[in-house]
Structure formats: C-alpha cells, structure tokens
C-alpha cells in the first residue's frame, strides 16, 4: 500500500515516505527560454518548475553550469526560486536529495546564507549531477524552482538505481519520452510482478501514472500498445527495480 502523505512536516532527519499520495491539482506549464531546438551543446536557457503545493514534490535541474571545473553538475547553491528562507530548519524550505548510488538524503534548509545541509554551520557546496531528481518541502507559499545554464552536451546520461524504489529525473530541458529510457538488463516480462517499472506523479489524479516495461516497450499499465508519454521538463519519477541493481540509460533526445 502506498504509505499516507505526511500532513505536517517530519523531522529533517528523516526522508519523506516514497511514493506517497499527491493532492489533485491542475496542470501547470513549464516556461522556459528559448533553446533553439537544442541541437549545439552550447545553447543555453533556463527553466522554470511550478510547485503548486505546500508540503513535498519532485523537482530535478536540467540544466549543467555554463563553466567552471565541475561542468556536467549543479551546484545546489543555483538552485533558485520562489523559495521560504529562514534560519530555522523548521519554517525553511527543505530539499531532500538521494544522490546516485545511495538509497538515503542527504537534506538541506533555506538559510539566510543559502542551502545548508542539516547541522551544519556552512552552506553546502554540494553538486547534483543529470538525472538527480529530490523532494522539495514547501513551507509557506507556492511557486517555482527556477535554474538556468547550459543544454546537456553528452550523447547519453547514466543513472544507477537499486532494488525497490529510486527517484531519478529527466535530465535534459525537453520533454523525454518514456520509450526512449533503456538500462543495463532490464526486467521485461509480461507479468507486472516480474517487470521493472516507472512510476510518473500525476497531480491530475492524486496519484500515480504507472508504466510496466514489457518485451515491446514501456506500456502504460492496463493498456496494450507502447506508449507515447513524456517526462516533463524538471521533473523526477520513481524507477520500481524487481532484482539486482542496474543502471539506467537517458538517451539526448535533441
């Protein structure tokens, strides 16, 4: 059973229960720059992420820095946004990032000095490389997650994901069709108990959009045909792995 939507906020020290029930909400779209239908590995735009709720949703940066010695990750500090601040820990907002390769959060408040990871003095100097995607706690207003920088220049990313549940993102800023998503030995099978998953919030329903991988492709569950869905721009999904640990494959869709 997919565990209660906390209704208010846990301790930081703890991560939000994955996944859990989403409020019904209607469907707001990304504004994002112009990015000359992304074809050159230098064009470079931003994206805004509606958060139309207080409490928990799944956010990621599509985006990589325009320079610098770490070039294919985001600096947590330039996440922005429409975002509380404050320097208790309790009435900041709050990112809850699962780094690739671990199953626990790292977590992080607004301070008045920027993100700072719990029980720490400084800001963090955290990097969050493609395909991240976290939690964001909204305290005491809505709005957006804005990031800018520069379009993914690599052909593909690499993400690994464990057993059970792992949140992971569209990398790039434009929509990402789901039969696009490959990995290293996936689990196709025309079982749903045997077959690898994906799990797409849908604010629409207050729940989620599952899609079941079979031989022919991703196919939405209870319908026949492979699907022509997307994964929006800035946003994350929860990977359901039946066995070993594997690694998913994002192939640039520019």
């Not at 208790?88 to 977590?107: H, K, N, Q």
């Not at 005491?140 to 379009?151: A, D, F, H």
Request: charged share 15%.
């Amino acid at each position: 059973a997919t565990p209660p939507c906390p209704q208010t906020p846990p301790s930081p020290n703890l991560p939000p229960p994955p996944p859990f029930p989403l409020p019904h909400l209607p469907h707001t779209p990304h504004q994002n720059a112009p990015l000359f239908a992304a074809v050159e590995s230098d064009v470079v735009g931003y994206t805004r992420t509606p958060i139309a709720q207080l409490g928990f949703d799944i956010v990621s940066v599509p985006f990589v820095p325009l320079d610098g010695e770490n070039s294919q990750a985001v600096h947590i500090q330039d996440i922005k946004g429409t975002l509380s601040q404050n320097d208790s820990e309790f009435r900041a907002d709050r990112l809850y990032v699962s780094y690739p390769g671990s199953v626990d959060y790292v977590v992080y408040h607004y301070k008045s000095q920027g993100w700072t990871e719990v029980g720490a003095d400084k800001p963090a100097d955290d990097l969050i490389p493609p395909g991240t995607a976290f939690f964001i706690y909204k305290m005491m207003n809505t709005g957006e997650i804005s990031v800018s920088g520069k379009v993914l220049d690599a052909p593909s990313v690499e993400v690994p994901v464990s057993t059970g549940l792992t949140l992971v993102a569209n990398p790039y800023p434009t929509e990402l069709p789901i039969n696009s998503i490959t990995g290293e030995n996936l689990n196709a099978h025309s079982s749903n108990i045997r077959a690898d998953k994906i799990m797409v919030p849908d604010y629409s329903s207050a729940g989620y959009i599952t899609y079941v991988l079979r031989p022919e492709g991703w196919v939405k569950d209870g319908e026949t045909e492979p699907t022509k869905d997307t994964i929006d721009i800035g946003k994350g999904f929860f990977f359901s792995r039946m066995f070993s640990p594997t690694k998913l494959i994002f192939t640039r869709p520019y």
